[in-house]
């Protein structure tokens, strides 16, 4: 069993910055794939992000690629989610997820274990 925690959440105004920690405990996997989704009102989760554990290789939605930047600190084992930029847009429910890695990592049914969500209000 893995658990995810995550924090950083909040209201930032357009333009504004945050940065979203997601700490893991229990089991650890070999091929392990970490990724950052969304969901706003309405809508259906979406990817946002995702980095390979063992090899450092990042993954970004078109819609965020060069505004945010996925990270890992393997000693505390977080990843963070560096968000510059923010637009109203980016205004959602945003989770960690872990699993192993695939070509699937963009889908949600590619991941075993979330954390409970954090709120992100970018206002205008």
């Known amino acids: 069993q893995v658990q995810l925690v995550e924090s950083g959440g909040g209201l930032v105004q357009t333009g504004g910055s945050l940065r979203l920690s997601c700490a893991a405990s229990g089991r650890t996997f070999r091929s392990a794939v970490m990724g950052w989704f969304r969901q706003a009102p309405g809508k259906e989760r979406e990817f946002v992000a995702a980095?390979?554990?063992?090899?450092?290789?990042?993954y970004y939605a078109d819609s965020v690629k060069g505004r945010f930047t996925i990270s890992k600190d393997n000693a505390k084992n977080t990843v963070y989610l560096q968000m510059n930029s923010l637009k109203p847009e980016d205004t959602a429910v945003y989770s960690c997820?872990?699993?192993?890695?695939?070509?699937?990592?963009?889908?949600?049914?590619?991941?075993?274990?979330w954390g409970q969500g954090t709120q992100v209000t970018v206002s205008s």
């Open positions: 997820a872990a699993g192993t890695f695939s070509a699937r990592f963009r889908l949600p049914g590619a991941y075993d274990y």
């Open positions: 980095i390979n554990w063992s090899v450092g290789s990042t």
